[in-house]
């Protein structure tokens, strides 16, 4: 910045000097930097992330040890016993968490009851309202015509789908799932309870899912078309040969070579869950929290959450005179120049859903 | 009369009948079905290797695991394992898609009916005249795979063990349990055990014998309840020992170490103490029930619907037998009486038609025939005629030729000078 304001300078600044007061080269664009740090301090920060799997999978032991306290269902729960509940519900819990003066408003959103019962027909229904409905929460503040100023920020930025460590290939139920809610949600696999597989194992079960992942279509995060030049091709290609990430999850410390290390004390061995010669913990908390967090939020807000909004304004916008029910013409979407086809049955909500499952 | 229990005076010899039982069964072999159920990816066809030390599910034949099933099937495996000269035919079979599908209601239903019609083989070869082969290939236990969730039985789990627990044994495991910690293995038995008994599902039970060694045995089996499994048929190194077993980064879990699983309870209990218990409580409990049940059905709908019910259970089967044939017997009087009258109507019927044509045919023949006689005097009409005219043509030629003659005699008497 100080090189730039040099150049047209007329006259260059006599070497040596670096006070800002006496400097005439320095104008302070960098300060906003500052500014923008402060402010961020103070607004906080908002975090939504949804996890889904089957019960038994380890999805709250994930959570508190993804931020290192006890931020999951299980933990605010009164009553320690888990009865598998007849239907799915959606448990959202809240939490303020603080670090080094950084605030954030961290939402972990529990998926009880997913693909537990015998019938998972449609099991996937409920999540896909549920994350609508946020969009639509938020479209409404949004076009309130007395808006506030920040807009409480419900969307679901993340969904971690956690993939039982069967060791063959993906279930029927995951691929339905995942094929659905990679269109309107940032999904992150992760292979569940990794302590199962050996190393061969794990290799050849992420090799088969990477495959039926392909063949699928599905498209998980980091998104190969979001990439926004060759640097971020360049990191986020890493993380695709990666994924799905195998992780291990534990709240409970261990004494392991004189360290406290988090980890899984069996007889034949302690599992250290932030060691990457074990499992991969580390790097999906580096991908979610440490380096891609911002850009979670952004692809939610930018993309996911504006394919929503240009679906739903078309819908209501399809013509003079037509409710919001009735099945709107084809419209074609501004975003990454795909056409989607608006025909569904007559119902304004059920409409999204329907758009959002049906078949392109 | 109780058989009072007499002291012998000296050595009859009968001692040596177990001996005989044992030379005998030697000779015979034995048989063992086993079925082992569970979701695709819980290490089934890894611990069958394992069990038995063999390569049931090779690279050549790959197991069900590898292969995707869109529907539920049962498949049977044979092995004949030999050891110390006892044989073993050695039936597994295996239900791959189990669970796995997005709606798994009645995934139990081909398993049920595979287990049914193995006891109708059996009901029905034993019912035979002939006996003397009597194949057995009844299940004579199953092993259910529960998966390592940690918290407690899936409704899946429940409404299998349900449904099957008095059709066969089940035996319910702990599939892939390298993944909990001592602790949360305790809890997730206890929790499995709590709902076992709150659904009211009969597991297998281990007998009580007399003994107090024995019973001990089975009490520390029983308490380990469900057990346990890991499987591995990889030989790896451990402290200088080799065995079979997992390695991972962090250690290797052996699969033969009572401390890391309860592999070893299993195999003992499976096939060095409780085999023979399985398959007589099969015999004596499961394929009772199938049987008792299969011929009540049988016997009652038998009987006329309008009867008192409460006369079906008093009467003996035989008895019923009985009956069934009389009833039988007039039935198919009844329905020869009315075949027979059937076909006298056809007969009569038949004969008719037979009448009819044959007038109709003889009509017609009365009709040709006029109608050749009416063309025949057509024809001699038209013959008489027709000689009239030829007659008639030959008095004219006649005449015209005589004309010429007369005229050609005048020529020729003119020519000959005749002229006057």
Redesign the interface.
């Given at each position: 910045m100080t090189d730039s304001a040099k150049l047209h300078q007329p006259h260059p600044p006599p070497k040596g000097e670096r006070s800002h007061a006496g400097d005439f080269s320095y104008v302070g664009i960098d300060a906003i930097l500052e500014q923008m740090r402060r402010k961020a301090m103070k607004q906080g920060f908002e975090l939504n992330i949804m996890v889904v799997g089957?019960?038994?999978?380890g999805k709250s032991t994930l959570m508190n040890t993804l931020f290192k306290s006890k931020v999951s269902r299980k933990s605010a729960q009164p009553n320690p016993e888990?009865k598998?509940p007849q239907t799915i519900e959606i448990k959202s819990i809240s939490h303020d968490i603080e670090e080094k003066g950084v605030r954030m408003k961290l939402a972990v959103i529990d998926t009880p009851g997913f693909g537990?019962?015998?019938?998972?027909?449609n099991c996937w229904q409920p999540i896909m309202k549920f994350i609508n409905d946020q969009y639509e929460a938020y479209l409404q503040e949004e076009i309130n015509i007395d808006r506030k100023k920040r807009i409480p920020d419900s969307r679901v930025h993340c969904c971690i789908y956690f993939i039982?460590?069967?060791?063959?290939?993906l279930?029927?139920?995951d691929v339905?799932f995942m094929r659905r809610l990679s269109k309107v949600v940032n999904i992150v696999p992760v292979i569940a309870?990794a302590?199962?597989l050996?190393?061969e194992e794990r290799d050849d079960f992420k090799q088969t899912i990477r495959e039926e992942l392909r063949a699928n279509g599905i498209d998980v995060y980091p998104q190969k078309e979001f990439d926004e030049d060759a640097e971020d091709r360049l990191i986020n290609d890493k993380i695709r040969e990666m994924i799905p990430f195998a992780v291990v999850g534990s709240d409970q410390e261990y004494q392991v070579n004189g360290k406290k290390l988090l980890g899984?004390?069996?007889?034949?061995?302690?599992?250290?869950v932030e060691n990457i010669?074990?499992c991969e913990f580390a790097y999906l908390r580096d991908l979610l929290i440490r380096t891609h967090m911002q850009n979670i939020k952004d692809i939610t807000g930018s993309i996911h959450y504006e394919m929503y909004r240009v679906r739903r304004l078309n819908e209501s916008n399809a013509g003079p005179g037509l409710a919001p029910g009735q099945a709107p013409t084809l419209v074609p979407a501004h975003t990454n120049g795909q056409t989607k086809v608006n025909g569904g049955p007559p119902n304004g909500m059920a409409a999204q859903c329907e758009v959002l499952t049906h078949e392109m | 009369m109780l058989a009072q229990q007499k002291n012998l005076e000296g050595y009859v010899g009968f001692a040596s009948l177990p001996n005989q039982v044992y030379r005998k069964s030697v000779k015979r072999g034995f048989e063992f079905t086993l079925m082992v159920v569970g979701e695709s990816g819980l290490g089934k066809s890894t611990l069958i290797n394992s069990l038995f030390l063999t390569d049931l599910y090779s690279s050549e034949y790959p197991g069900p695991s590898h292969r995707v099933k869109k529907t539920v099937q049962v498949e049977q495996s044979k092995v004949l394992v030999k050891e110390g000269g006892v044989q073993l035919l050695l039936t597994i079979v295996d239900t791959p898609g189990f669970g796995d599908a997005v709606d798994n209601s009645n995934c139990w239903q081909p398993v049920i009916d595979h287990i049914d019609s193995k006891f109708e083989d059996y009901l029905n070869s034993e019912s035979r005249v002939n006996r003397r082969q009597m194949p057995d290939s009844r299940i004579h236990s199953c092993l259910y795979f529960i998966a390592p969730s940690g918290h407690g039985l899936k409704p899946l789990d429940i409404e299998f063990m349900k449904r099957l627990h008095e059709k066969v044994n089940v035996i319910p495991l702990i599939a892939k349990a390298d993944t909990l910690t001592p602790e949360e293995c305790q809890q997730f038995k206890k929790q499995i055990m709590r709902e076992i008994q709150e659904h009211k599902i009969k597991i297998y039970e281990f007998p009580e014998s007399d003994e107090e060694e024995e019973n001990r045995l089975v009490k520390k089996i029983k308490d380990k309840l469900p057990l346990a499994v890991v499987g591995s048929n990889t030989i790896i190194e451990v402290n200088g020992k080799r065995a079979r077993g997992r390695q991972y980064p962090w250690g290797v879990a052996e699969v033969e170490n009572g401390d890391h699983c309860d592999f070893t309870i299993l195999r003992d209990m499976l096939i060095r103490t409780h085999m023979q218990d399985l398959k007589d409580v099969t015999n004596n409990v499961h394929y009772e029930n199938y049987r008792s049940r299969k011929l009540a059905a049988v016997t009652y709908n038998g009987v006329d619907n309008n009867r008192a019910k409460g006369q079906n259970s008093t009467k003996s089967p035989l008895a019923q037998m009985e009956e069934e044939r009389r009833e039988h017997v007039s039935k198919m009087k009844k329905m020869e009486m009315e075949m027979e009258q059937v076909f006298e109507m056809k007969v009569k019927e038949k004969v008719q038609k037979l009448k009819d044509s044959e007038a109709e045919l003889q009509r017609r023949h009365e009709q040709m025939k006029r109608n050749l006689e009416a063309q025949h005097k057509e024809l001699e009409e038209k013959r008489r005629l027709f000689e009239d005219e030829r007659a008639n043509w030959e008095t004219q030629q006649r005449l015209e030729q005589q004309k010429l003659d007369a005229s050609r005699t005048l020529e020729k008497n003119k020519k000959k000078g005749k002229i006057f």
């Open positions: 089957q019960s038994g999978l888990e598998i537990d019962q015998i019938n998972n027909e039982p460590p069967t060791g063959h290939c279930r029927p139920l339905e309870k302590d199962t050996t190393l899984r004390k069996t007889k034949w061995g302690t599992i250290e010669a074990h | -």
